[in-house]
């Protein structure tokens, strides 16, 4: 399975990538109306015994982690996978892991894509 935390920026994406594997995925903030009609802003899977919530993160205030967090505040996931800041990280808050993929197409001012 491929999981995308949006900005997929185009359909195309979607359509290259179901070649490979099942494709699960939410819309990011540069996504339009096309994409945003395929994903939802926010999805739970339930995949093996395990709760993961899928958001893009993107938002006003608050870091991209922290609305993430909040975005699942209601449903206890065990693993939470973001974007929008393209900055990857692995951590766990509590007994939630939090996981953003960072970019393999835009990244920023690190030093390598994801």
């Known amino acids: 399975m491929i999981i995308h935390a949006g900005n997929w920026n185009s359909m195309d994406i979607f359509h290259i990538l179901i070649k490979y594997a099942e494709v699960k995925g939410v819309y990011g903030n540069v996504d339009n109306k096309d994409i945003q009609e395929q994903f939802s802003d926010q999805e739970i899977l339930h995949i093996n ?30 693993v939470i996978i ?33």
């Open 49 to 78: 015994g395990h709760k993961i919530g899928i958001v893009h993160g993107h938002g006003e205030k608050k870091t991209t982690e922290r609305r993430s967090m909040e975005a699942f505040e209601m449903e206890d996931p065990d």
């Open 82 to 114: 973001f974007g929008h800041s393209h900055i990857p990280m692995v951590r766990y808050s509590k007994k939630t892991l939090l996981i953003n993929p960072g970019s393999p197409t835009d990244k920023r001012t690190l030093p390598y894509y994801s």
